[in-house]
């Protein structure tokens, strides 16, 4: 992720003769990316030609233009778009206008002019410079001075800016006695822009196109994760949406969402996933938080997830080994199976006493069955399906222990809490011919 700050780095131009030094640089002001140059050892810059590019954004206008007095006598200086193409000259300002009345100096340079390794100009990413000097070496007070600034340039975002030489239109610089300097490398600077940053747990940075998972959750609980945006840059971080979409997108849920703008640098709002699986397997979706990053919007994100049973999930926490966590097992040795003690919330780790309670009403572990008003009725807590869903408890009656009839139907059903509710079914037959009862669990595959 590239980190955007108000920088200025600076390469040196290199000379063939010893000290002939120029430097070019950029910097940013007023957002607005500024051209200098800087030359020592009593240099003065003659010709060269620059390529300026940005690696965001576009080159919307250039102005304050390096222009010097032009006569027949003392001849002048100036800067030059060497390719603005099909661009209009009204699109052209300057901060020293008066400059442009000079006869027979026009800033625009004629397309035909232009080599085919020039710049578009201005509307893209690019545009070429030329600097011609046509002082005479026997004026100095003609030529240009020894520092000072050859363009601004108007981005329409701040941009990271480069600078090379453009061989083709010059590429040289001549000094007043004849020494010839060739820049490789001028220099770059960075404007006031956003940045995003996503991290998740704080500090730990994650990449536009990352992931985050969530891990092993049971179906019927879920889990969150808080994620931060920081704002690395200088200029505010705007326009924060969240969207999703991908495989199960419904299981994951922005429970609280991100508060734009973000100043900078280093302002930072959060937003909260929570993931409920409502299958069990693998389960995933793709975020996308808009922005006005201008290389990372939007910045993209997968999670997943996997979904496990309530009953896994519940085996898993108690510390139950895997090779003894089947919903069939005994591990006990007390006949009771391991899907029966999550049913009734007994504990999976000890023998059934039948002494365990749930609820503030102490209703005991597995169902049990009384003759109330002369029909039998069987009592039982369950786990709401809401909260644990594809367990299902069947309350089934019989006159021979050979068929059996579900009568669930019939159920008389009171909340306890948010997990638990108590069951009450009554046979609508007398017991009088003999009934027998029973509660089924199943569990869904």
Known sequence: MRTCIISLVNVWLLAVAAEAEVRVFVQEAG??????????????????????SVDRGQIIGISDFFVGPSSAATRGYGIFPAAFRDHVAATVTSGTSANWGVS?????????????DTLAGLGSGGVTLEFGALWNPALP?????????????????????????????????????????????????????????VEQPVGTDLTDGGSRDFGTVAMGSDSSLSFTIRNTGSADLTGLVITKDGSTPADFTITSA??????????????????TPAATGSRGAVIHIANNDSDENPFDLTLSGTGITAFDGWMTAAGVPP??????????????????????????????????????DGTAGLPGGAMVGGVLRIEFLRRQALTHPGLTYLAEFSPNLATWVDLTYLAMVTPIDGTWERVVVDDPYPWLFGRYGRVKVVQAP
């Open 258 to 275: 991100p508060v734009s703008p973000v100043s900078g640098p280093n302002g930072t709002t959060t937003f909260t996933v929570r993931f």
């Open 141 to 197: 007070a003609a030529a240009p001075a020894a520092s000072g600034t050859l363009c601004a340039l108007q981005l329409s975002r701040g941009a990271y800016v480069r600078v090379a030489a453009n061989a083709s239109r010059g590429g040289v610089l001549a000094s007043p006695d004849g020494n010839v300097v060739t820049p490789v490398l001028v220099g770059a600077a960075v404007g006031p822009l956003p940045e995003i940053a």
């Open 323 to 360: 090779e003894q966590a089947g919903p069939a097992q005994t591990p006990q040795g007390d006949g009771v199976p391991n899907l029966l003690k999550f049913a009734f919330n007994m504990d999976p780790t000890k023998p059934d006493v039948r002494e365990l309670t749930v609820g503030a």
């Open 31 to 52: 957002g607005a990316a500024w051209i200098k140059y800087e030359c020592t050892a009593g240099e003065k810059i003659r010709a060269f030609a620059l390529d300026v």
């Open 104 to 116: 027979g100096y026009n800033p625009l340079a004629a397309v035909a002019d232009a080599p085919a």
